[in-house]
């Protein structure tokens, strides 16, 4: 098994921390979360309360000032698994940067202390109903005012959906890839959400439609310049891709963990099912697939540390880590024999829960596109 180096002292005893909230604040109230298709607003709060929210939000905003990509990941390792719809990944890590990043001092000033307390939760909403893929196909429009855009369009599939206080809204603002970048607020007249919608997984995530109808978008809620959002979506799309990596890596790990317990304790022919051949070679090729996957998710960490990950490497991280997870949850299933189709099983639900790891946050196919014309495999051929 793979000897991960990632980590140093600080951060183990921060995953300590985190480990110890989560199974008292989080867990506990998987069930009830799922049935209600939504977390709670109070462990957004509570989230808050710890300091584990946009942790590299400036200190006069009520962050910590620490930057360190390390520390989500923690987050993503121990909560994602047993509790896959609480999204502070998304939060932290692929909408919180745009506003750090990209924001005036006004809309930090505005928006980041309650961003970190947890008062404010956070979605990006790029895909509509026409478009998703094709994000330079958008048709959401933002038209210019004296003051103000009005926006008028709909998005579907947002994450945060319902509990959103702030959504950052890609919208059309020319022709081609002239896309803005929108903060809308909940309460903003004309903006309002559909409803909440039925997945195959990811129960307790509050994934949901949205409207604009003549939202009045004032300018100073514009985010960069108006007509170059496409360029930053990109360029975010590299860290939200990692992020995802490493919530699937730590999906599959934990059905893994489950299945080597499951397989022990369960017998047939008089023997545990882990000890026939079988069993043993299968779960060998999983732990060598997850320990590609922690070795290739981690290299690619230290690079973005040094703020040198590539788009191509973001996306050979995402194709190969969701694809990594989709088998090993498959197989799992297989080993738990019918208790895996059972919903009181945990496999079961991760199941379930992986399937989309490779559709959103742009497709595996999507991905192969990158890395391929990466190595110059386009329509023009080789350079
Ligand atoms: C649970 C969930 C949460 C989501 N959260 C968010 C969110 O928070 N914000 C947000 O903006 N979006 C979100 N999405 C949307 C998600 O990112 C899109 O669904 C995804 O990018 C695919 O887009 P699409 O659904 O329009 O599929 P399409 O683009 O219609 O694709 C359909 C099929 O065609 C294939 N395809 C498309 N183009 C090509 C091509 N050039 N070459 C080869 N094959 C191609 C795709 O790979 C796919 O297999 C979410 C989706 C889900 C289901």
Known sequence: MLKRTIYDEEHEMFRRTVRKWAEAEVF????????????????????????FLCMYADEKYGGLGLDDFRYDMILAEEINPKEPGFFIGLHNRIVGPYLHKMGTEDQ?????????????????????????SDLGGVKTRAVEMDDHWVLNGSKTYISNGILAGLVIVAARTGDGHEIGLFLVEDGMEGFSRGRR??????????????????VKVPKTNVLGDPRRGFKSMMMNLAEERIMGALGFMARAEHAFGLTMEYIMDRRAFGRPIGTFQNSRFKMASMRTELDAGWALTDHL?????????SAEMAAEAKLFTSEVE????????????GAGYMDEYEISRLYSD????????GTSEIMR????RGLGLDERGRN
Not at 121 to 128: D, F, G, N, P, Q
Not at 354 to 361: G, H, L, P, T
């Open 28 to 51: 506990p109230h998987a069930e009830e979360w799922r049935e209600a298709g939504c977390v709670s607003r109070e462990v957004w709060k509570k989230a808050g309360e710890q300091g």
């Open 108 to 132: 930090k000033a505005r928006y980041m202390p309650g961003i970190v307390s947890g008062e404010i939760v956070l979605a990006i909403a790029m895909t509509e109903p026409g478009t998703g």
């Open 197 to 214: 919608l039925k997945k195959m997984g990811l129960q307790s995530q509050d994934t949901a439609e949205l409207f604009f109808d003549n």
């Open 301 to 309: 960490v230290r690079e973005h540390l040094k703020g040198e990950l």
């Open 326 to 337: 989709g088998r090993v949850v498959d197989e799992c299933v297989q080993l738990h024999g």
């Open 354 to 361: 992986a399937r989309i790891s490779r559709i959103y946050a």
């Open 369 to 372: 596109e990158i890395i391929g």
